[in-house]
């Protein structure tokens, strides 16, 4: 059903799904490097996508794997697989040496196969795993599977300590539990509140009277003091007798605690701040179950979020004592980041900002997407790291604790005038240097690998114009795991780098978008793999072996006969950076290279999010978009999805170009789009129309009414009008908070220039939607009747979230997209 293409790089590829491996030598190129053109795997079936086929539920494309994971003994792979006609997911067990997509595993048979997240005794005896909240071990030698828990606790951070027992957490209880007997013990429990006193002595004058003159009242007193001291001298003389619990502050709350694998300490964080929703919004549902207007509770908004910082508490288990970290150690604690941003609108509003140092607000740092915890004990427990982050974003700490006198030892500081990522933030420990700290730092300008001892300098292993992510550590060897894009920004491979010598060499090349998993003996990678016009489906690969076998083949037979129009990926030169602007180009299927008469229509796609990467060779998220693409280049428009400014993978400048003025880099880029096409793909710039979803709505707002002249028509879809009304995390990173940069939200809101609109908008907007609240396009609305636009139209959409769900509402949206740019275009 496939026809290869060469795929036209600087650098040697193999194009098969068996793939080659090469070193990395011979697969970093800088960006400039790579060809311009990158032609793509073409989709050659005999049935024509329509635009109900393309909005249709998913199913039709085959129901792929999903939440795939390795088996004890590294024989099988499980995974889970959606069921027809419904939300509920089988789990299959696939071995390696058989054939087909595996055997469907019957529900009583769930808690035997394991779990994504295993670990590991330190002499590899056990293995140990969680499954709906229980705690299940299997003995690696016999494979004999010992349930150790049965109740509704739900278990978690599953950790073997040196004594061989397994501590896991229960609520903000942490046990322990001999594996061999069975035997539970409670290490600690941390309690959110003050800590009892003990009976007081009467301090008032009618108090102190009432004791002297009521002998009742000075016996019953007499005995509860009486009572306080038994109790406490009971816990201190007598081992068998519980003395564990640690008081962190009544109207806190702990963001995270981590026991030491030496079962001795425990490093917890706690916060005064108040959780995602309940000083949030409240959003109506007028769709609801009962018939009635359901008042849902959601997310706060970043203009009303309040400065907060957190508190690091070292818990001695051994000596029962608590002692609170500070922060005043830390590189830049105090400094005014944000004097010049403060002194700009100051300035703006007739004023002076004098600049004066004051201990930041600074909180336990939360990766998007991590699968470990910001606080990372050593193998053996006698060094612990915690990764810190600053209220303002500014900055990244990577801290050790100095457990003799008590304080925090910075081992390393990200400083970033825009701000620190969210995402590549990877740390932890060499399990053969247990005094040696392994991180992810954008320093350099990409996401790259460094070591650092802790007393001596840091070194950066792995460099180039790529991006490192997702390390695995090899347990028992010398090495790390990671996945990169070397060979081009939109080709992610994996890679074993040999902490020995410093090299790193490909396990994959498989020229697409690829995901893996380390064995536990090991020996193989499992890989998640998809192209541009082929779904992701399961793999595996010895480690450093030379071919890939594919596991699973969930494809669709209607998917596969269904002709689409892949398209090319390009480099758009760019007027503003020396890096070009990489997008995805759909070509008419009558479309001759080199025609002439500018007589093509075109449509430019804005990915949603910002910071995502859609112009990639892997299977986009964005998959009915990738078929409406094909069905508008069947249609004979052009079709650019581009990798605009401010966009994922392709290092910090690109990703920090939006800082204080979103919206403007991106149309910039836009603008260089067009200006492509009409060199490029004979399109008449007068006959351009673009459209995109969440950011990438907001970026169609901002194209429209600040460039009217580069598009004819735009569609807006689940659009933020006002990032004043957008989450503190996502928007304060990018824009600072209102109250104190008010001038970036001014600039980079779309309602602050509503009077631009001349060009046809659709707008449409779900009502349920948590993530960028209607009331954004209700305000937007309000603002145009005010100014009595007239060229907009609204379609809401009642009971869809900000990622719709119903077919039906897919539909619906998508024809009005279509009808608008038939007519405009």
């Known amino acids: 059903m496939y026809n290869k293409s060469i795929i036209a790089l600087a650098v040697t590829a193999c194009i098969s799904l068996a793939g080659c491996k090469t070193t990395e030598q011979s697969t970093i190129a800088a960006a400039n490097e790579f060809s311009p053109v990158l032609e793509t795997m073409t989709h050659q079936g005999p ?20 939440r795939a994971f390795w088996s004890f003994d590294s024989k099988s792979v499980n995974y889970a697989r959606k069921q027809a006609g419904n939300e509920l997911r089988d789990t299959y067990t696939r071995m390696l040496d058989k054939q087909g997509n595996g055997d469907l595993v019957s529900l009583d048979k769930l808690h035997t196969l394991g779990a994504k997240q295993l670990t590991f005794s330190q002499d ?56 061999e007997t069975g035997l539970r013990s409670q290490i600690a429990a ?13 301090t008032s004058y009618i108090a102190k009277e009432q004791h002297k003159l009521i002998d009742y009242v000075a016996l019953t007193h007499k005995n509860k003091q009486d ?19 640690y008081y962190l502050g009544k109207g806190n709350r702990i963001v995270s605690a981590v026991v030491s694998p030496a079962g001795d300490k425990l490093i917890t964080v706690v916060t005064k701040s108040s959780p995602w929703r309940d000083d949030g919004d409240i959003m109506p549902n007028y769709i609801g179950q009962n018939g009635e207007i359901i008042a849902e509770k959601v997310r706060r908004r970043v203009a009303d979020t309040k400065p907060s910082g957190s508190e690091l508490v070292m818990i001695d288990l051994t000596e029962n004592t608590q002692t609170s970290l500070p922060f005043d150690t830390l590189p830049g604690f105090d400094e005014d980041v944000l004097a010049s941003v403060k002194a700009e609108n100051a300035k703006a509003q007739g004023e002076t900002y004098k600049s004066e140092k004051a201990p930041r607000h600074i909180n336990l740092m939360m990766d ?74 954008e320093e350099s300008g990409y996401s790259h690998i460094y070591i650092k001892a802790l007393k001596g300098k840091a070194k950066q292993l792995t460099s180039g114009q790529f991006v490192v992510s997702e390390l695995t550590q090899a347990r028992n060897s010398q090495s790390i795991f990671y996945k990169a894009n070397k060979k081009h920004p939109g080709i992610y491979e994996i890679y074993k780098l040999d902490l020995t010598t410093g090299e790193s060499v490909a396990q994959t090349d498989l020229n697409g978008m690829t995901d893996y998993q380390l064995s536990p003996d090991e020996s193989k990678l499992l890989l998640t793999h998809s192209k541009l016009a082929l779904p992701p489906e399961l793999y595996v690969t010895n480690v450093d072996g030379d071919t890939v076998t594919r596991l699973t083949n ?29 997008a995805k180009v759909y070509y008419p299927r009558d479309y001759k290279e080199g025609e002439t008469g500018k007589s093509r229509k075109a449509v430019i796609f ?16 964005y998959f009915r978009e990738f078929m409406f693409h094909s069905f508008l280049a069947e249609q004979g428009y052009v079709v650019m999805d581009m990798d605009y400014r401010a966009s994922k993978g392709y290092g910090r400048d690109w990703r920090t170009a939006i800082y204080r003025h979103m919206g403007k880099p991106e149309i910039e880029d836009l603008a260089d789009g067009v200006k492509w096409m009409t060199e490029n793909a004979n399109v008449n710039d007068q006959r351009v129309g673009t459209y995109g979803g969440s950011y990438g709505g907001f970026m169609t707002f901002m194209a429209l009414l600040t460039r009217p002249e580069l598009f004819q028509a735009g569609a807006a879809l689940r659009p933020v009008s006002d990032w004043a009304y957008y989450n503190n995390p996502y928007t304060s990173n990018i824009l600072n908070h209102p109250d104190v940069d008010p001038i970036a939200y001014k600039r980079s809101s779309p309602i602050y220039f509503a009077e631009g609109l001349e060009k046809p908008l ?19 609305v309000q603002r145009f009747i005010e100014l009595e636009k007239e060229n907009y139209e609204t379609a809401i959409y009642p009971v869809e979230p900000h990622g719709f769900k119903q077919p039906s509402s897919w539909l619906d949206e998508y024809r009005r997209i279509y009808k608008l740019f038939e007519q405009n275009l």
């Open 762 to 780: 659709l707008i449409n907007a779900p009502m349920v939607d948590d993530n960028v609240f209607f009331q954004d396009v209700v305000r937007l």
């Open 606 to 621: 804005n990915h949603g999010a910002g910071y995502l990467q859609n112009s990639h060779l892997g299977w986009s998220g």
């Open 368 to 441: 998007w997407g991590w699968s470990q915890n910001a606080i990372q004990w050593n193998s053996d427990g006698s060094q612990v790291a915690v990764m810190l982050e600053a209220f303002d974003n500014k900055d990244r700490w990577i801290a050790t604790v100095d457990f003799a006198s008590n304080k925090l030892v910075s081992q390393h500081r990200l400083h970033d005038k825009a701000w620190v990522n969210y995402t590549y933030n990877n740390f932890g420990w060499l399990n053969q240097q247990p005094d040696t700290l392994y991180y992810l730092s």
């Open 47 to 66: 049935e024509t996508i329509t635009l109900k086929q393309a909005m249709a539920h998913p199913d039709w494309l085959g129901r792929q794997p999903e």
């Open 554 to 582: 969930t494809v669709s037979d209607k998917f596969l006969n269904t002709q689409l129009v892949a398209p090319k990926i390009v480099a758009v030169p760019s007027s503003h950076t020396e890096q070009p602007i990489y």
């Open 190 to 202: 941390l309690k959110v509140a003050d800590k009892p006193e003990g009976v007081k002595e009467p």
């Open 124 to 179: 590899n005896k056990w293995v140990a795993y969680t499954f709906k909240g229980n705690i299940f071990a299997v003995e690696q030698a016999t494979g004999k599977l010992k349930q150790l828990t049965l109740s509704d606790d739900n278990a978690s951070q599953l950790l073997f300590l040196t004594s061989g027992e397994l501590a896991y957490r229960v609520n903000n209880n942490f046990y322990k539990i001999n594996v």
């Open 227 to 245: 009572k306080h001291a038994y109790n406490e001298s009971l816990k201190t003389l007598n081992e068998s007798v519980m003395n564990d619990t």
